[in-house]
């Protein structure tokens, strides 16, 4: 389990930030490589940073030689702005990213998705999450983690009313999320991203979906 390697996509972002950390400060990772838009404003002994364009993101196959792929890729429709660029983002981004990561031979490929995902929903969002799943049960990849989590706990770069609002419901009245309604829990980024770690060092081969009560069930 020691002097393992890891490619983390989705840096930046709310999980992908504390994914990166954990695995910086784990031992069981010997080298951490980012594929990034901008160099992220920090430096490790274990890390390598790499400035892609991800519209060419076959070009940095070698890249994806490692143990472990993990991918925090995502986006908002508001951040997107239109269907095509968020299909772009959320599914073909992830589904070039996957399908390196078989070719390369990695151990496990792990993915962030979204509670509610299901490739006939009559929601674009869920529909968009769910067909990528889908499309990522198919390939032959050993060890495959989907994890769906509620809306998310952290700090974020952008003021966003939904999920502040969450928090101050989920912090005022938390009995209402038990029983069929655990798995709406909003989850904090930081749990998602341990979880992330703990299937990725776990080493179990097969197919892997976690909801977002599971996902908050990892310690």
């Known amino acids: ?77 508001k951040k997107a702005k239109t269907k095509q660029r968020f299909i772009q983002v959320d599914y073909e981004y992830t589904m070039r990213a996957a399908t390196l990561a078989e070719k390369c031979h990695v151990q496990s490929f792990l993915t962030v998705s979204a509670i509610g995902a299901d490739p006939h929903s009559p929601f674009f969002y869920n529909r968009v999450k769910g067909e990528t799943e889908e499309a990522l049960q198919r390939l032959s990849i050993p060890s495959l983690h989907i994890f769906r989590p509620s809306l998310l ?23 209402l999320f038990v029983g069929k309604w655990r798995k709406y829990k909003p989850i904090e980024a930081k749990q998602v991203a341990l979880a992330m770690f703990h299937a990725a060092t776990a080493c179990r081969k097969g197919i892997y979906i976690y909801e977002s009560d599971e996902v908050a069930a990892f310690v």
């Not at 706990?153 to 009995?175: C, M």
């Open 153 to 175: 706990i952290g700090k974020r770069e952008e003021f966003r009313l939904v999920e502040k609002t969450a928090e101050w419901v989920f912090g005022r009245l938390p009995f």
């Open 1 to 77: 389990m020691e002097d393992r390697t890891a490619l983390l996509i989705g840096a930046s972002g709310l999980i992908g930030r504390e994914l990166l950390t954990l695995l910086l400060q784990s031992d069981v990772y010997e080298q951490v490589t980012v594929l990034v838009r901008r160099r992220l404003p920090m430096e490790h002994e274990k890390l390598q940073q790499v400035v892609i364009d991800f519209n060419k993101l076959e070009s940095y196959e070698r890249y994806f030689y490692v143990d472990d792929v993990f991918s925090c890729l995502g986006t908002t429709m």
